[in-house]
């Protein structure tokens, strides 16, 4: 990857595309680990304002995917555009710069930090003014939960509450788009609900969601789009309501 010259400093507001519009297109993505080919050609788009959801089975060149987009591995694209800058020759560290929020698989919280410590350092790149106090207050008011153990350590918290606190130390950098990977995975069905929730109220707000997710029932109520990977290549694509009547989506992906 080049220098970083697109990228926007802190603070600075990215080109926003207006509703519908691309905010993110990825163009002929190839990632391969040795003699792997994980994943093969892959192009999509993901509108402004909208949920857009990779579907498919452990292995099927997801997360490669996420992480390809974030520059955390490496990968060989036509070219990857958000909001008019290339990702592609943006170096890793300043992907969050753009605008782009990420919640990793297996959350990844500080456990030695308290709640507030963590979502603090969601906003390292920013200076701490009223502002940021501002995106602090909305996550408090998103999750209730991180404020009441605010001073607790993460370590201390239960899955569904680390999720939690994963998703508002990634808002707290202020995203255009919110990307998120398995974030269902190890949850009690009551706590996906209610993570489910929050994430559609986000939506609905306007943020942009790309979700990674092997629940389909999750994808399908959180995403407008999807695509559908097999073995690191796009087999279906289309709208979720298109997708959830597909025979072969409620055999494969639904159980039905």
Same mark, same amino acid.
């Given at each position: ?41 892959l192009s999509f788009e993901v509108p402004a304002g909208e949920g857009f959801g990779i ?57 030695? $930090? %308290? ?5 603090? @350092?969601?906003?390292? =790149?920013?200076?701490?003014? *009223?502002?940021?106090?501002?995106? /602090? ?19 201390? $918290? %239960? ?5 939690? @606190?994963?998703?508002? =130390?990634?808002?707290?950098? *202020?995203?255009?788009?919110?990307? /998120? ?27 942009? @969601? ?47």
């Amino acid at each position: 990857m080049s220098a970083d010259a697109d990228a926007r400093p802190p603070g600075a507001a990215p080109h926003a595309p207006s509703r519908g519009e691309p905010l993110l297109s990825v163009n002929k993505l190839d990632v391969s680990y040795g003699h792997i080919h994980a994943v093969h050609e892959l192009s999509f788009e993901v509108p402004a304002g909208e949920g857009f959801g990779i579907i498919g089975a452990n292995g099927a060149g997801k997360t490669s995917t996420l992480r390809a987009l974030l520059g955390l591995i490496r990968y060989q694209a036509e070219s990857i555009l958000f909001a008019g800058h290339r990702l592609d020759k943006t170096k890793p560290h300043r992907i969050v710069d753009l605008g782009i929020g990420y919640v990793p698989e297996g959350r990844h919280v500080f456990p030695g $930090l %308290s709640v507030a410590k963590n979502l603090q @350092l969601g906003a390292y =790149r920013h200076r701490w003014d *009223d502002t940021v106090r501002e995106r /602090l207050e909305r996550v408090y008011m998103l999750f209730p939960v991180l404020r009441d153990f605010e001073k607790r350590l993460a370590g201390a $918290l %239960s899955g569904g509450q680390q999720q939690m @606190l994963a998703i508002g =130390r990634a808002l707290m950098s *202020d995203p255009t788009l919110l990307v /998120l990977d398995e974030p269902s995975m190890g949850l009690a069905p009551v706590v996906v609900q209610e993570i489910s929730a929050q994430l559609g109220e986000l939506r609905k707000q306007g943020l942009s @969601l790309l979700l990674v997710e092997q629940n389909a029932h999750v994808t399908f109520t959180l995403a407008d789009r999807c695509i559908v990977l097999e073995n690191g290549r796009c087999v279906k694509s289309g709208r979720s309501a298109e997708l959830r009547a597909d025979p072969d989506i409620r055999r494969i992906y639904l159980g039905i």
